[in-house]
T-cell receptor
Framework: GAVVSQHPSWVICKSGTSVKIECRSLDFQATTMFWYRQFPKKSLMLMATSNEGSKATYEQGVEKDKFLINHASLTLSTLTVTSAHPEDSSFYIC????????????FGNGTRLTVT | GEDVEQSLFLSVREGDSSVINCTYTDSSSTYLYWYKQEPGAGLQLLTYIFSNMDMKQDQRLTVLLNKKDKHLSLRIADTQTGDSAIYFCAEIHTGGFKTIFGAGTRLFVKA
């Protein structure tokens, strides 16, 4: 149980275009999902907390107008990288919180974004 | 403040035991977790320990928790080449209910 599906697993786009990444909880409802960015050989950097039915909470230094997050249902959160630039190229990972206090996070398999 | 620290690199020979160490700062953490990340993949939950325990064993994995020293370790017995990955320890920070991750320990297993 507790499967999180992330799509696409990789995407290449041109500078200036927008890219949408989906994160789905397949067998549980997730009121809270998280979006991370990971640079090569580095740890996870929390970008934002996605709350179902309300606005996302962004970490300091993350541009909310550039990284649009929508959590319209209990099983889906999306991250849209708008007007992508080569410096946005990275590995993006989502996670979802399973129900229950202090429950572990379950992660998607990540999306490798390359902006040319 | 919130901090989870890990050594960045560990190299072992196949068949030996690996011990990955982690220290954390939030003494009120109730659960501590170990995740494994293989190249190009997301994080896989390996195991976790509740803070009122000092040891948990799950097949080849043994987690030791020293709550007094805020020290957590993951021991992998009979390490295999397939265990080569990055291992993250994490705690739930009860102040903000965020999960705080260490920087990850890269485990290399030599055949």
């Amino acid at each position: 149980g507790a499967v999180v599906s992330q799509h696409p697993s990789w995407v290449i786009c041109k500078s200036g275009t927008s890219v949408k990444i989906e994160c789905r909880s397949l067998d549980f409802q997730a009121t809270t999902m998280f979006w991370y960015r990971q640079f090569p050989k580095k740890s996870l950097m929390l970008m934002a907390t996605s709350n179902e039915g309300s606005k996302a909470t962004y970490e300091q230094g993350v541009e909310k107008d550039k990284f649009l997050i929508n959590h319209a249902s209990l099983t889906l959160s999306t991250l849209t990288v708008t007007s992508a630039h080569p410096e946005d190229s990275s590995f993006y990972i989502c996670s979802a919180e399973t129900p229950g206090a202090n429950s572990p996070l379950h992660f998607g398999n990540g999306t490798r974004l390359t902006v040319t | 403040g919130e901090d989870v620290e890990q050594s960045l690199f560990l190299s072992v020979r196949e068949g030996d035991s690996s011990v990955i160490n982690c220290t954390y700062t939030d003494s009120s953490s109730t659960y501590l977790y170990w995740y494994k990340q293989e190249p190009g993949a997301g994080l896989q939950l390996l195991t976790y320990i509740f803070s009122n325990m000092d040891m948990k064993q799950d097949q080849r994995l043994t987690v030791l928790l020293n709550k007094k020293d805020k020290h957590l370790s993951l021991r992998i017995a009979d390490t295999q080449t397939g265990d080569s990955a990055i291992y993250f320890c994490a705690e739930i920070h009860t102040g903000g209910f965020k999960t705080i991750f260490g920087a990850g320990t890269r485990l290399f297993v030599k055949a």
